[in-house]
């Protein structure tokens, strides 16, 4: 089952983490599966999200060792063993700002696991902070007329796409750690290393972005997400079992999860996640491929089992996006409750008391007012939906959010929020207050040979 | 013609990109997909985000799937690293489009 040489035989794609953050028992049940099923096999772990690495990079300049998923170890103890048996390589991009300190942290744990002869790929070059593509930037669409002070950068990262991870894995890397790169490359360089497929064989690769589009969040495709009693039921949500991909030479694609797991995999559940975060359905960007699912046809072959067939590619973009992080300023927030008799009058004394403090100290910042209980998350930062609704629920909870660039403006407004409990209306309790800085993330797009992602093995022996 | 929550007739599922949101719209039953051609348009889709500073929406129309998918540009008062809104990423907002009310039948 080696990924040395091509080879028609289907190959089997698991999922086990779909963001950082997910259910660390999810990938064991995975592994079984894809054991049990016999046949050549890798599995994935999705856990970068675009704001964690900017964290990471941070973590890293604290301590030189850190700055890759905390929770990598965690996940890997309970299946290496197990993988490693069975020639079931793992690809991750639990690298993080760290890919190299995230290797050696794997081989450490295959040290005590007995397995010390673990090879593990690391691919690099997605970090352009010091280079010259850094200079040779162009805002995304979406980022139009920003501008960048590279001093300021916390962390600069390009998506790269399916090569890298392919080579490594050719090269006979039993775990495949990344940086940044796009979330279906994770699975795709799988199928590249596998099938052998031509970096021009445009459906085929679409197809297998598409999988690795569908695999990519973990359960959001098998009834994760999805739940909404009494007109999408889902059953099994504490054991909801993570998806696994059957991929074809040709580029088909059945999507599956471990028998006798919980959850569904339908045509509703595909549906949903082959939609999420897209925009142009006809043009979805990848690193790899630009894929149109216009003509996606999917078909309920057994239970649990689900075919999709019609993914169309053309040619990949030349250039390339890049996510940006720079300093996002400090965001206080406080909370309050007020319940029973008149909650909501005093609850909407106590956000206009509030709003008046910060006027009279003169913070400067942004300041948006919820009424949790009436509404917490529709509204907009005017509280337009807030106003508008008259009713008086018995118990509900006022939030502050105060935005500024100052952190000793943050830390003012939140703890006016603690101050209601002396100067406030009557009877409130239950305060809360937090303090965080914030992140401010931009995407810009870099030319494709501004790059060059490196692939490195090593074992607990060195470098090969 | 009587009015239906579009709850009943399609479900959702909200994704986020910078300010950005989309939001898939898929017809519970096949021959719903006209009526929700029909009366989910971009016009209305804006009406309903434009508390929160929507200025734009596209949808694309996905008939093979049973599907739409509406992209609304600035919804997000800054996405998730700069909205104040507890929910940053507007993850919940697939149930204020399902809340929207449609001439059914």
């Known amino acids: 089952m080696a990924f040395d040489r091509p080879s028609a035989d289907l190959l089997r794609i698991g999922c086990g983490s779909g963001f950082s953050g997910d259910r660390l028992d999810a990938p064991g049940p995975v592994v079984e599966a894809l054991v049990a099923a016999g046949g050549p096999a890798a599995l994935i772990l999705e856990v970068l999200g675009e704001r964690t690495l900017a964290l990471a990079q941070r973590e890293r300049l604290h301590r030189s060792e850190a700055g890759f998923e905390p929770a990598l170890l965690d996940l890997l103890r309970p299946i290496l063993a197990r993988c490693a048996a069975h020639g079931i390589p793992i690809v991750t991009n639990a690298g993080a700002a760290n890919p190299r300190g995230a290797a050696r942290a794997v081989l450490g744990l295959a040290r005590g696991l007995g397995l010390p002869e673990l090879r593990v790929g690391v691919v690099e070059g997605d970090d352009i902070r010091g280079t010259d593509a850094l200079a040779d930037l162009d805002p995304w669409e979406g980022d139009a007329g920003a501008v960048l002070e590279p001093e300021k950068v916390i962390a600069a990262n390009v998506y790269l796409g399916a090569a890298p991870i392919a080579a490594a894995l050719r090269q006979g890397a039993q775990v495949v750690i990344t940086g940044r790169c796009s979330d279906p490359a994770l699975a795709l360089g799988p199928m590249l290393a596998h099938f052998g497929w031509a970096a021009d064989d445009w459906d085929r690769l679409a197809a297998g972005t598409m999988a690795g589009h569908l695999l990519e969040c973990g359960a959001q495709v098998t009834g994760g997400y999805f739940a909404d009693p009494g007109v999408k039921d889902v059953p099994g949500m504490a054991t909801l079992g993570f998806p696994i991909a059957e991929i074809g030479a040709d580029g088909g694609v059945l999507i599956t999860k471990p028998a006798g797991s919980g959850g569904r995999v339908d045509r509703q559940t595909v549906t949903e996640q082959l939609l999420y975060e897209l925009h142009d359905p006809a043009a979805y960007l990848t690193p790899d491929v630009v894929l149109d699912i216009t003509g996606v046809a999917i078909t309920e072959e057994a239970p649990d089992r689900v075919r999709l067939s019609g993914a169309r590619g053309r040619p990949r973009p030349e250039r390339l996006k890049a996510t940006v992080s720079l300093p996002g300023g400090w965001l206080g927030e406080g909370e309050i409750s007020y319940a029973g008799p008149n909650a909501r009058a005093r609850a909407d004394l106590a956000g206009r008391t509030l709003l008046e403090r910060l006027r009279l100290l003169g913070l400067e910042g942004q300041a948006r007012l919820d009424l949790i209980g009436v509404v917490s998350v529709f509204d907009g930062d005017a509280g337009a939906l807030r106003e508008a609704e008259a009713s008086s629920p018995p118990d509900l909870r006022l939030r502050l959010a105060f935005a500024s660039e100052s952190r000793a403006a943050a830390e003012r407004a939140a703890r006016e929020v603690l101050s209601l409990y002396c100067c406030g209306p009557a009877g409130g309790g239950g305060v809360r207050t937090r303090v965080t800085d914030r992140i401010r993330t931009l995407s810009f797009l870099v030319p494709r040979e501004r790059l060059a992602p490196r692939v490195s093995l090593l074992s607990l022996e060195g470098e090969a | ?105």
């Open chain 2, 1 to 105: 013609m009587s009015a239906v929550p579009l709850h009943r007739l399609a479900h959702a599922r909200a994704g986020d990109k910078g300010n950005r949101l989309n939001l898939s719209l898929i017809a519970h039953r096949a021959e719903d997909w006209p009526l929700l051609a029909r009366e989910v348009t971009e016009a209305r889709v804006l009406a309903l985000f434009a508390h929160r500073g929507a200025t734009a929406v596209r949808r694309y129309d996905l008939p093979a799937l049973g599907a739409f998918n509406f992209v609304i540009e600035d919804v997000l008062q800054g996405g998730v690293n700069g909205a104040l809104n507890l929910d940053g990423h507007g993850k919940s907002l697939s149930f204020l489009l399902l809340g929207m009310t449609v001439e059914g039948g």
